[in-house]
């Protein structure tokens, strides 16, 4: 019955390791996000993701990428992972872009070592 | 820099008492939500109201905005132990920008 679940809920791993968080909902939404909240509890969108587009923060590293393999799927891969890049990472997903609500994910939480 | 700045950054209150929170943004919206996050969870949508509304109502929560001011505020009443969590607006700003506030962190005590 889980709406938007995230795998694993928990990620160790070392600097440099390539990564990838998996994220599915079953809402029948069009657009998916990720997030990025850092230690201080702040909130940044990483990316949105629809069917016909993707809209990325500019500030987000190429090092990150979202895959969707499907509508209902929007994975993360995180290559050449460095310390900074610990955090908990949220997907979400909503009827459309931004105008709707966003239904969260119960989170992921990275750790680099 | 970040669109929503929140204030008070931390809020405690008597079990009963009123919670008032506010966010300031900096640009012109479509809309702006509220989320709430309890420790070690994701954020849940409590409420949306758009450019065009000034004041919105769901159960025990009442959001207003004014876009003059750039600024929304949020307010619990009758508070729970269980409101105890973080609170974040978020804004559906002009040119395809969806930025989070920088949050409240409420604790209800008992």
């Known amino acids: 019955d889980t709406a938007v679940s995230q795998t694993p809920k928990y990620l160790v791993t070392q600097m440099g390791n390539d990564k990838s968080i998996k994220c599915e909902q079953n809402?029948?939404?069009?657009?998916m996000y990720w997030y990025k909240q850092d230690s201080k509890k702040f909130l940044k969108i990483m990316f949105s993701?629809?069917?016909?587009?993707?809209?990325i923060n500019e500030t987000v590293p190429n090092r990150f990428s979202p895959k969707s393999p499907d509508k209902a799927h929007l994975n993360l891969h995180i290559n050449s992972l460095e310390l900074g890049d610990s955090a908990v990472y949220f997907c979400?997903?909503?009827?459309?872009?931004?105008?709707?609500?966003?239904?969260f994910g119960p989170g992921t939480r990275l750790t680099v070592t | 820099s970040q669109q929503g700045e929140e204030d008070p950054q931390a809020l405690s209150i008597q079990e009963g008492e009123n919670a008032t929170m506010n966010c300031s943004y900096k640009?012109?919206?479509?809309?702006l939500q509220w989320y709430r996050q309890n420790s070690g969870r994701g954020l849940v949508h409590l409420i949306l109201?758009?450019?065009?509304?000034r004041e919105k109502h769901s159960g025990r929560l009442r959001v207003t905005l004014d876009t003059s001011k750039k600024s929304s505020s949020l307010l619990i009443t009758a508070s729970r132990a269980a409101d105890t969590a973080s609170y974040f607006c978020?804004?559906?700003?002009?040119?395809?920008?969806?930025?989070f506030g920088t949050g409240t962190s409420l604790t209800v005590i008992p």
């Open positions: 978020a804004t559906d700003a002009s040119g395809n920008q969806f930025y």
């Open positions: 979400a997903s909503s009827q459309r872009t931004y105008s709707y609500e966003q239904y």
């Open positions: 109201i758009r450019s065009n509304e």
């Open positions: 993701y629809n069917n016909k587009e993707l809209i």
């Open positions: 809402l029948g939404h069009d657009t």
């Open positions: 640009t012109s919206i479509n809309n």
